[in-house]
């Protein structure tokens, strides 16, 4: 199967040096000699490392990238909702997991940076991924959302949360694992998001995203950040590596705004075209990423009410299926569905539920948070 236009994970400023570690740079990466795993962490005794629970040795060298890290990313795994919640399981949780992801999927090791499992207990997924957690720079190139795996901590959570939510265990130990990555990457509790707002998928699933807010609030509290710190929107900063549904979403609102494109969570050349002329026409400035910025977020995302129809609506009516309201459909028309939905998604956020969209209805819809929801 051909390569995607850019099913390439990669940006184009990196910083260089580990340590004493010798680089060589492979493409706009840097590769890594292979050097034997550190021993347990003293800063992080609670994550078990790869050599304690027994991963198998990469089949190639593991990659650091010099970006910086801006993001966490949450998954579910999709594995049954067990009630097996010892560390006995929790380390053959990870040696299956590393063999599904290096035997099936091709991958070099685990995907992801980090694994919870449905006892609470943390597990190093990726070699060297707690390493450069104690480092705080460098970050380990993963496999767990492509386009996102040079510039976001992916972390794996035991289970299947559609319709179900996980144990408080769980919950309790990503939290911990979270305020940890925020501290040592400079990140905060806005910088927490979803899976499927960087990629097509069901993961992180209905259920579990519907507590993304909550987990956020609880690492914000961890943190000792005050609210009013929380910026008013973090949008989902996505970019021409990013396939999502989010992507879509901007695709229907650069449509709206006169640009022909076709809604299909593609971020394609012609995209970059669109996107690149809707900024230079609003000064927005042009970044060679083709990134989303807040500014072109809120340039593009008009405001919304009962009386509102076309493409904006069927964007909104779009994400809101998608978020788990199976009685809403992509009609075009701001209908009773709809306006219940919406203020459904802005209670969960902690806006006003009065089913008008703003900026920061928006931003709660395409997967971003707002301050109102650190509030409460």
């Known amino acids: 199967m051909a390569l995607h236009e850019h099913?390439?994970?990669?940006?184009?400023?990196?910083?260089?040096?580990?340590?004493?570690?010798?680089?060589a740079v492979v493409g706009t990466e840097l590769a890594f000699s292979e050097t034997a795993e550190a021993a347990p962490s003293a800063e992080f005794p609670w994550i078990v490392d790869c050599d304690s629970w027994g991963a198998r040795p990469p089949s190639s060298p593991i990659q650091i990238t010099g970006n910086t890290t801006n993001k966490i990313i949450l998954h579910h795994m999709a594995f049954p909702n067990v009630t097996d919640y010892s560390r006995e399981h929790a380390v053959q949780l990870a040696k299956d997991c590393q063999d599904l992801h290096m035997d099936t999927?091709?991958?070099?090791?685990?995907?992801?940076?980090?694994?919870?499992?449905?006892?609470?207990?943390?597990?190093?997924?990726?070699?060297?991924?707690?390493?450069?957690?104690?480092?705080?720079?460098?970050?380990?190139?993963?496999?767990h959302c492509p386009g996102e795996n040079g510039n976001a901590i992916g972390i794996e959570n035991e289970g299947t949360y559609i319709t179900e939510t996980p144990p408080e265990a769980l919950l309790?130990?990503?939290?911990?694992?979270?305020?940890?990555?925020?501290?040592?990457?400079?990140?905060?509790?806005?910088?927490i998001f979803g899976h499927w707002d960087f990629r097509v998928t069901d993961c992180p699933g209905i259920a579990f995203y519907a507590q993304f807010p909550m987990i956020r609030t609880r690492v914000l509290h961890e943190l000792g950040v005050s609210p009013q710190a929380a910026p008013e929107r973090r949008w989902p900063d996505i970019w021409r590596f990013v396939d999502s549904p989010v992507v879509q979403v901007g695709q229907y609102l650069l449509d709206n705004a006169g640009y022909a494109l076709t809604a299909d969570g593609v971020f394609g050349y012609d995209m970059n075209a669109a996107l690149a002329d809707f900024q230079t026409t609003r000064g927005i400035p042009?970044?060679?990423?083709?990134?989303?910025?807040?500014?072109?977020?809120?340039?593009?995302?008009?405001?919304?009410?009962?009386?509102?129809?076309?493409?904006?609506?069927?964007?909104?009516?779009?994400?809101?299926?998608?978020?788990?309201?199976?009685?809403?459909?992509?009609?075009?028309?701001?209908?009773?569905?709809?306006?219940?939905?919406?203020?459904?998604?802005?209670?969960?956020?902690?806006?006003?539920?009065?089913?008008?969209?703003?900026?920061?209805?928006?931003?709660?819809?395409?997967?971003?948070?707002?301050?109102?929801?650190?509030?409460?």
């Open 7 to 23: 099913e390439v994970d990669r940006r184009t400023l990196f910083r260089v040096g580990l340590g004493t570690a010798v680089a």
């Open 105 to 143: 999927n091709g991958w070099a090791d685990t995907g992801q940076h980090f694994t919870v499992s449905r006892g609470g207990y943390v597990m190093e997924g990726r070699h060297r991924s707690l390493e450069t957690l104690v480092a705080g720079e460098h970050q380990v190139v993963a496999a």
């Open 172 to 191: 309790d130990s990503l939290v911990q694992l979270c305020v940890a990555v925020c501290r040592k990457f400079d990140l905060n509790a806005w910088d």
């Open 286 to 376: 042009v970044t060679a990423d083709a990134t989303f910025d807040t500014a072109t977020w809120e340039a593009l995302a008009p405001p919304l009410d009962k009386h509102a129809t076309g493409l904006p609506v069927t964007a909104l009516q779009f994400m809101l299926a998608r978020k788990g309201y199976a009685e809403v459909t992509a009609s075009g028309a701001y209908d009773h569905a709809t306006m219940k939905a919406v203020q459904s998604m802005q209670h969960l956020h902690g806006l006003t539920p009065d089913g008008k969209v703003d900026l920061s209805t928006w931003c709660a819809v395409v997967g971003g948070s707002v301050r109102e929801a650190f509030c409460r």
